[in-house]
């Protein structure tokens, strides 16, 4: 079997990283996908639908590839939380989330376009936050970077800092689990590192 060429269904330059860290230089593909459409309680549900939606949607403009499409959320206190719409939303969250433990769940949706086979599994990471005092959630947000990430934190960025520690896959909380895609290729019958810098 030939190696497809590997795509990214997101925006997402911590995904783009991550994959590119571990030797895969992926065609980036912005699904664009609008994920209001898709309103679910459950997380898991939730972001494996959303990471398949987005998959499906970039799949079209493609003849053959592997196609990545990935979504998190962090569920805190029963509570379901994506990006935040704005400052206020991010400061009021991790007032929140200041001191609990959230789960980080991100749906991973692979289709190989050639076997015509799609894979959709959800890896789940438990991240215990630092108590926060109000002046530093403010600094924290006014860096912007809550802003753009699920779950209001980056783990690679500044948010890391205020991280006590993660129990479970730490780059499924950057937003893609490298363990659980290696186990999906595998799966398609492909070994992870015949990907390693293939373009």
């Avoid at 990214?8 to 895969?24: D, E, H, K, Y």
């Avoid at 639908?49 to 979504?71: M, N, P, Y």
């Avoid at 937003?175 to 895609?181: I, M, R």
Wanted: aromatic share 6%.
């Amino acid at each position: 079997m030939g190696i497809p060429p590997f795509i990214l269904a997101s925006a997402s330059p911590a995904r783009r990283r991550l994959l590119q860290n571990a030797g895969i230089e992926p065609v980036v593909c912005v699904s664009n996908f609008d994920e209001s459409q898709i309103q679910l309680n459950d997380p898991e549900s939730l972001v494996q639908i959303l990471a398949q939606s987005k998959a499906e949607t970039v799949s079209t403009q493609f003849d053959s590839g592997l196609i990545i499409g990935c979504d998190s959320v962090l569920l805190v206190n029963g509570e379901i939380h994506g990006k935040p719409a704005n400052a206020a939303e991010a400061i009021a969250r991790w007032h929140q989330m200041s001191g609990q433990v959230g789960d980080l769940y991100t749906g991973h949706a692979l289709i190989d376009l050639s076997q015509r086979r799609t894979l959709v599994q959800c890896q789940v990471t438990q991240v215990y936050f630092a108590q926060m005092s109000d002046r530093t959630i403010k600094a924290y947000v006014a860096t912007g970077e809550p802003l753009k990430c699920a779950g209001c934190f980056a783990l690679e960025g500044r948010g890391g800092l205020f991280v006590e520690k993660i129990s479970g896959c730490h780059t499924n909380v950057i937003g893609l689990s490298l363990p659980l895609l290696r186990r999906m290729l595998d799966q398609l019958g492909y070994d992870i590192t015949d990907f390693w810098h293939s373009t």
